[in-house]
């Protein structure tokens, strides 16, 4: 399975503080190095601005001064200039997007996660900032509010109270460096395009067996969720995951198998989405009646979609492994060892084979020669020194050959020829079960597509059968009701 990027984005409440958090080395242990692209001043000219513009709207909710990208970096980072890496990471962001960011890298306490933390404006500076002038004196009360009259702001002796404000006629009353708002930030759009440019720009730093993939949901994979810190749901988290890479280490398998994506894909949709998704919408229905008491709502939706996701992955790794046998099948396997070495060590077993019945036939025409020497037969022969000289030349026979044994022997890494047989008898029958296994394979292979075709039939007959007496059910239930 191939690394995802992770990117993440959220929405800061409190600007300044969070700046503090990132940046300041008495809060962060393991701060490697800060890069702002533009001053102190800035930050908190612009969290000033967006509170002032959203109590001006009159929104609900809670005003947002910023957003905060939280990028995850691979272990080859740790050896590189941290400095000069988050310089280049920020203005990489401030060149593609047009605004002001402060980042920060660090590692978690226990060292295993090296991250940048970068804070963005969703304002851009303004060249020349907008400068509003006052044609009249304007008043103004301790809350800021803007009053008509003079005498609003007077106490009882007549002097402007304490906390209230007059902006004389001429004097700037309003000065504002930013631009609106801009839409993109807001845009769904806006975080994919963020992750394809930093995946893109962490891989630039890689070796290809290190390059890391935008996760992408319509692929086959599930995405697992972070736990994060003093998560009070951390171990329905932590189950629902590894329900999670369950079905994924399944996926794995497949593509190993050669599975096509398109294949896995229809299982997933099949057998995890759309039941899911048919669960939420009843869900919604059933837990319905538990809205007063919101607890109890949230404990039964998460038991019971817990059970159901769970048992709809696990149908869907079951369907998927029946794929995967079929397409298993139909690979080749590989030989118990390379086909031409094979080859060599059964002409070595025959070449040995041979010379120790050779030597055998020695041994034999030596024996009997001595037998006949002993007989006193060596007249028949044409006389006892003819048969001596042919001891002779037969034991030079036997040493060549016995010289040759072990020299084969040597080769073939056995002690003894009974050895080398036992063995050479193993190596063969793994061999032929071998071919055995690459004609059924063959066999599968022409049959594969049809196959396929077949299961991914029946997959998706059983789906639409089971949703029509579904739809059956309902049918009934309300002919019932009227």
Not at 65 to 76: D, G, V, Y
Not at 119 to 133: A, H, P, T, V, Y
Not at 353 to 380: F, P, S, T
């Amino acid at each position: 399975m191939a690394r995802n990027s992770f990117i993440q984005i959220s929405k800061l409440g409190n600007l300044k503080g969070r700046i503090d958090y990132i940046t300041n080395p008495k809060r962060q242990e393991n701060l490697y190095a800060v890069y702002n692209t533009t001053d102190d001043t800035f930050w908190h000219e612009l969290a000033r601005c967006n509170r002032l513009e959203f109590k001006k709207s009159g929104s609900a909710g809670k005003c947002i001064e910023s957003r905060e990208l939280i990028i995850a970096l691979p272990e080859p980072f740790c050896n590189t200039d941290k400095q000069k890496v988050l310089k280049d990471f920020t203005e990489l962001f401030r060149k593609t997007y047009g605004v002001n960011c402060i980042a920060a890298m660090h590692h978690n306490k226990t060292k295993t996660n090296l991250h940048i933390h970068l804070i963005f404006s969703e304002r851009e500076e303004l060249k020349n900032g907008i400068k509003k002038i006052a044609t009249r004196n304007m008043f103004y009360d301790e809350t800021g509010k803007h009053i008509r009259t003079k005498k609003e702001i007077l106490d009882d002796s007549g002097n402007v109270r304490k906390g209230c404000n007059i902006i004389r006629k001429g004097q700037v009353y309003e000065y504002n460096r930013f631009s609106k708002k801009k839409v993109e930030f807001k845009a769904r759009s806006f975080l994919k395009g963020v992750k394809s440019l930093y995946t893109e720009h962490i891989n630039s730093f890689l070796n290809d067996k290190d390059k890391l993939q935008v996760f992408n949901n319509k692929d086959v994979y599930l995405p697992t969720k972070k736990i994060g810190k003093n998560n009070p749901k951390a171990e329905q988290i932590r189950r629902n995951n590894q329900v999670r890479m369950k079905w994924n280490s399944t996926v794995d398998e497949a593509l190993f198998y050669q599975v096509p994506r398109k294949h896995i894909r229809t299982i997933k949709e099949e057998k995890i989405l759309k039941n899911v998704n048919k669960f939420g919408k009843t869900e919604t229905k059933t837990v319905g009646g538990l809205r007063k008491n919101k607890s109890s709502r949230e404990s039964a939706g998460v038991g019971i979609f817990a059970g159901v996701f769970e048992k709809a992955v696990g149908m869907a790794c079951d369907c998927l492994k029946g794929l995967i046998k079929i397409f298993r099948d139909a690979i080749a396997p590989k030989p118990p060892q390379p086909v031409k070495e094979y080859k060599q060590y059964a002409k070595k077993v025959d070449e040995l084979l041979e010379n120790h019945r050779a030597l055998n036939r020695v041994h034999m025409a030596i024996r009997e020669a001595k037998d006949q020497i002993d007989r006193k037969e060596y007249r028949m022969f044409g006389g006892k020194k003819k048969l001596k000289d042919e001891i002779v030349q037969l034991e030079n026979q036997e040493k060549t050959a016995k010289n040759l044994e072990k020299r084969l022997l040597k080769k073939l890494n056995g002690t003894n020829v009974d050895e080398v047989i036992r063995k050479f008898n193993r190596k063969r029958m793994e061999m032929d079960a071998y071919k055995d296994s690459v004609d059924r394979a063959e066999d599968a292979k022409e049959m594969l597509d049809e196959n396929v075709r077949e299961y991914m039939g029946n997959v998706q007959e059983k789906v639409s059968a089971r949703e029509k007496s579904r739809d059956g059910r309902g049918e009934k239930k309300m002919e019932f009701r009227r």
